[in-house]
C-alpha cells in the first residue's frame, strides 16, 4: 500500500540526524519525489565562494545568489546539484561550503528565493519528502506530514565521523564543535530558525538504528493519509 501516499512529508532537524539518509530511503519506500533544500543553500554557497564574495555580507550574498541559476533534482536515486548549469555535486559537500553556508543560508533576500524555488518544486509532485530546517514552520506550513528529526549531540557526532571515515577522537570532538556552531547559528538566526512546528511530530533517532526511524518516518507518513499497512 505504499505507493497510496500523496502529499508532504516535511523532514526538518539538526545536522547529523541521519536526516538525509533517511529521507532518501523514506521517498523509495512511499514512491516519493524527494527534495533537499539543504543542497540548494549549499549550491547559493558555491556561488557565493565562486564569486569571491564574504559569506558574512548579507548584501554582497544577496547579489550573487539572486544572479546564479540553481538547479537541484527532485529523484532520491540520483543526485543533481547544478550552479549556472555546472554540476556541483561533490562540491557542496566540501568543508569549504560547510563551514559558509550557515551565513548564506541566514541572508533572508536568499531564504525568500529559495523558499519560493522549493514551494514551485514541491507544487509540481504528487507525493514528495521535503528535508530541511524550516520546511514545516515556513516552506510548508500545511504540509501532510511533519516530522523533526533528533538526536542527542554526542550521537550525531559519531555518526557524522562515520560518514567522514574519522576514527580519532580529538577530530570526533572537533565535529561536535562544529554541529554546535551550525545549531547555534541555525537556531539562533532571525529569519526561520530551526525549531519544530507546533503539529511536528518529533523522532528520537539516538537509539534507533536508520531501519528502525525510516519504518517510523514511513508509518506515521501512511498514518497522515489514512493509509494502513
Ligand atoms: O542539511 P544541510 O547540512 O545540507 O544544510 C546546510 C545548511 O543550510 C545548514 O547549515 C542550514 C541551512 N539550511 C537552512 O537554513 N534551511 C533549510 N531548509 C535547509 C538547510
Redesign the pocket.
Known amino acids: 500500500m505504499s505507493a497510496d501516499f500523496t502529499g508532504q512529508v516535511t523532514l526538518?532537524g539538526p545536522?547529523g540526524t541521519g536526516?538525509?539518509s533517511v529521507a532518501r530511503a523514506v521517498a523509495a519506500r512511499i514512491d516519493a519525489a524527494y527534495l533537499?533544500?539543504?543542497?540548494?543553500?549549499?549550491a547559493a554557497?558555491v556561488a557565493v565562494l565562486d564569486a569571491g564574495v564574504d559569506p558574512e555580507d548579507g548584501e554582497a550574498v544577496a547579489g550573487v545568489v539572486a544572479r546564479a541559476r540553481i538547479d537541484v533534482g527532485t529523484t532520491a536515486g540520483a543526485e543533481l546539484v547544478q550552479v549556472d548549469g555546472v554540476d556541483v555535486a561533490e562540491r557542496?559537500r566540501s568543508a569549504e561550503v560547510?563551514r559558509a553556508?550557515?551565513a548564506?543560508?541566514?541572508v533572508p533576500a536568499v531564504?525568500r528565493q529559495?523558499v519560493d524555488q522549493?514551494r514551485a518544486l514541491v507544487a509540481a509532485a504528487d507525493a514528495v519528502v521535503v528535508?530541511?530546517?524550516?520546511?514545516g514552520t515556513v516552506?510548508l506550513p500545511g504540509a501532510t506530514c511533519k516530522i523533526y528529526l533528533t538526536a542527542a549531540p554526542e550521537a550525531r557526532a559519531q555518526r557524522r565521523a562515520g560518514q567522514l571515515g574519522v576514527t580519532d577522537d580529538a577530530e570526533i570532538v572537533a565535529i561536535a564543535a562544529d554541529l554546535r556552531r551550525?545549531d547555534e547559528?541555525?537556531s539562533t538566526?532571525e529569519d526561520?530558525p530551526?525549531r519544530p512546528a507546533a503539529d511536528a511530530i518529533v523522532v528520537d533517532s539516538t537509539d534507533l538504528d536508520r531501519d528502525q526511524v525510516v519504518d517510523r518516518v514511513v508509518e506515521l507518513a501512511q498514518q497522515s493519509v489514512g493509509v494502513s499497512r
Open positions: 526538518d545536522s536526516k538525509s533537499d533544500t539543504g543542497a540548494m543553500y549549499r554557497t557542496i560547510t553556508v550557515s548564506v543560508s541566514a531564504r529559495l522549493q528535508e530541511g530546517r524550516d520546511i516552506v551550525r547559528y541555525d538566526r526561520s530551526l
